[in-house]
């Protein structure tokens, strides 16, 4: 079996930007992008499967299992924006490359403009004021993100950014399209997830996407999105319970 | 190496039925499934091999050894039956991802009419009145199936279904191929085996498939396979001395 | 990089006999093909490299680095010997059956006429006088070999038989190749030569193979033969202390 | 995704020798190759990325986020030299072999003369007077290193050489490429660079390769390439936290 990406609906795109937001540190991006999906009433138009993702089905409280996969939405405005968000990421280093690169060569054939990130940076101590930490795959577009109230400085301890929201920027320039990572710091506890980080990635994000977005349904929304999450972090727990090689990897991806 | 099915005999079948029952918690899925081959006199019919289960064979008592294998059997009746069960799951992630999806390209040449998966499900306490949990792959099929006595319900903690019987379903819906899982509760100790899980999923499977299938001989059976399957606990422990690294996997797998 | 066997010399075989001693369980299968390799003054035919084995090259007290490989030997008789033995076995589930099968494959293009494999087995225990323990690929093979020294009985305790001795009997039987597996009683301890249980294997193998080989020098050899096997065990330790992940294979295979 | 190497200027070589100083023990080769490329002022003409590299990207100072990658830089003069240094090495052992072969089929193209690795030697204790192991992957290649101030001798514990810089030399040896290790006797601390042990390896590199290279900036150069070093040690560090399994593999690569 292959990563597959299967197609619900056959869209046509204008330069399309994809936003990134899967589970990982804090569940900063996955919720930004979860919220955006909700907010905008975006709808579903392909799913990914992958032998990279953990071998099992998630049981939902309607009785019906379903594979681990990853979900691409899509938004038709002034700019037509594809959300990808999802489950998990892949277990494996070599699952990553290879998920990422499938999903880039996806959004080339939506004739895709840009590509940004969305995830946390774990400092590790409690922050009050989240930054919003920002990264590019090439030089010249710090400019046309300097506007913005991204942190390009060095002032912060990120060496780093591990899974999709950081191979998705450094394989995207092979395939030469842009990318933009957009980072909430955040503590960073395990299983932990972190609405006001989100915030202030949404905060920056709608300023890129000129979009007007309520964000003071974020609170609520997360509540609504708390069973859902509830019920990843108890696979989680049970993984980390009958497959202890999969701790590592989830500690990573979580 | 890849994974290989060995057909040993060319058999014709009407839309069967596959039922899977492989080692798993308490080995319930599997002590079901060996029962219904014994009671329906089952014909083995093709062998399943892969270089995703451990590389090791297995030294009978009449000094014979053979590989790790799955085993499919049929039954020919008012509706075809098939049976997998075997000595073994993968042992890493995305083997079971293959040998899943091998399982359903077979099945699908069979011209197979849907599957039913069997397990046990852990609950870390002792059991007096086991239920069995159901989960279906498709809303549409908890109306077929409410009439059994299967709990639908979410009051159980269950938020995943690892392995076979969960990814059968989950990549089932994939190949449009019907899927339920039968869950039986047990406490979920490690190599040991819960005949009293297995009978009530039996229960419900008989009726489902409309046989009468005496249980009374299951403890007996049972007793019958323990050297099968204390020989098979045998290889467990010697494996997780031999092989460090394979012990997470047959804590995952057993 | 896939496994690769390069033929040094061309040799036509009649129904040649294949005899694997790797490294393994107190070394007894490797010393015994080691000393028939020396005694019967084999030559070396084709040498098998693999990306299963580790990354490593071994340094020679010659100041020569050469990769870790399995060598291929042969012995023109009344009837035709191979003897397969070397550095290491493979590292990971999966490459051990891609070796083997890579073996096998080479070995029916010999003409091969059946498989002896040669192997310890840890009792975890001194054992004075150890026994000759053996398994076999099909049960009509037990006949054949009934007459020698080997014990088909199931009073021991083995319950597998791990890498190349059981995978190439169990794959063997695959390809309808008949194949023998004669395991030495040993104590079993991790980086411990067993130079009284390889005795025992190669009494009962020069019987088979009708074949007078003097054992008498069988201590003198090993003694020679330790610095190699020196070099290996250090091999192993440093291993152990340089890639952690690799010390549950060299338990494993060593 | 598969092991790529991406040419960034096509350079005619003649006979061109190859010298790898990848990450590894005390990082004596790569800063080995990265004084040269400095010195040299060679200019970069490839890069090669892996999936068998950690799943991440390099965020640097300047926000620029790239893949982690090994690069070729080349000077030409009296002898074309190519120099392979880089951010890593594989993380898994198959990929080791994958990776090297891809580095040896590139060379070959490139006319490759003969190859040169520089690693450290971990003596476990401080080294006054480092001396420069050295091993060949061809007994003859004795003779032409002889005249160098290299010990070839066996008066050292050194048994295997792991990772590029001996599978270059393994791996070499079967595409009919001659190769010199050589190794520069060090503490082998975690995450500590040796300046000492390049230093004695740079002074045999530049007689061999009959260059006059100015050493005495090495120190001052090192404090130069410092920046990165602790970007990449951070890099190590912050893995270390988030990704447990890979923990070995740091451990083991550098």
């Known amino acids: 079996m292959e990563t597959t990406i299967n197609v619900l609906e056959k869209v046509k ?23 955006l999906v909700n907010e905008l009433k975006m709808k579903k138009f392909a799913e990914l499967y992958s032998p990279h993702f953990l071998p ?5 409280d309607d009785a019906v299992s379903t594979l681990l996969k990853n979900e691409f939405y899509y938004y038709k405005g002034p700019r037509d924006i594809i959300i990808l968000t999802g ?39 409690i922050i009050e004021e989240p930054r919003v930490i920002g990264s590019v795959n090439d030089r ?11 942190d390009f400085g060095k002032e912060h301890s990120i060496g780093t950014i591990v899974g999709a929201s950081g191979l998705l920027l450094g394989l995207g320039r092979m395939y ?15 299983l932990l997830t972190d609405p006001k980080a989100s915030d202030k990635v949404l905060q920056v994000l ?7 977005i309520d964000l003071s349904k974020l609170e609520k929304t997360i509540k609504e999105m708390e069973e859902r999450i509830k019920k990843t972090e108890r696979v989680h727990k049970k993984i980390l319970q009958e497959m202890p090689r999969a701790k590592e990897d989830i500690k990573y991806i979580g």
């Not at 010249?140 to 991204?150: A, G, M, P, W």
């Open 206 to 212: 709608s300023k890129i996407l000129n979009l007007r």
């Open 140 to 150: 010249k577009l710090l400019k046309k993100y300097e506007k913005y109230d991204i």
């Open 13 to 35: 795109f204008k330069k399309p930007i994809l936003i990134e937001g899967l589970p990982g540190i804090g569940n900063v991006g996955r919720i930004a992008a979860g919220y």
């Open 56 to 60: 099992l089905v998630i049981l939902h």
């Open 87 to 125: 489950d998990t990421q892949s277990i494996s280093p070599e699952g990553h490359y290879d998920v990422c690169e499938k999903i880039l060569q996806f959004a080339q054939k939506t004739g895709i403009g840009e590509i940004i990130t969305l995830g946390g940076f774990a400092e590790g101590r």
């Open 176 to 190: 030469n399209i842009d990318g933009l990572c957009l980072m909430g710091e955040t503590i960073g506890m395990p």
